[in-house]
Nanobody, 127 residues
């Protein structure tokens, strides 16, 4: 049974930082792209970032470029998203996903390309 479990969310002031983790089990981690999407109240899902299965390509939405950083640890089957310089508009539920079909992340903004995803972790940015 495949599981993706996010952690690391919380309440932070504008300008603050968080590190999200995505612990996976039940899948061939090295064969999957790992990424993150988010959903804010009243807004559509937004693909935030993706790291390819080969760990050679990283992609970021324009809204987070330069502030967020994605990484993966194949030995731990875990993905990470470092969130820096957080803004109020970053508030939302952050979900990690895994995709073998889209192993190179080319279509990471297309939520239908995700094979698996987790239950999400809340990120709230407020003073």
């Amino acid at each position: 049974q495949v599981q993706l479990v996010e952690s690391g969310g919380g309440l932070v002031q504008p300008g603050g930082s968080l590190r999200l983790s995505c612990a996976t089990s039940g899948l061939t981690f090295r064969s999957h792209a790992i990424g993150w999407f988010r959903q804010a109240p009243g807004k559509e899902r937004e693909g935030v970032s993706c790291i390819s299965a080969s760990n050679t390509h990283k992609y970021y939405a324009d809204s987070v470029k330069g502030r967020f950083s994605i990484s993966r640890d194949n030995d731990r089957s875990t993905g990470y998203l470092q969130l820096n310089s957080l803004k109020s508009e970053d508030t939302g539920v952050y979900y990690c996903f895994a995709s073998m079909r889209n192993y190179n992340c080319v279509h990471y903004t297309n939520t239908s390309s995700y094979d698996y995803w987790g239950q999400g972790t809340q990120v709230s940015v407020s003073s």
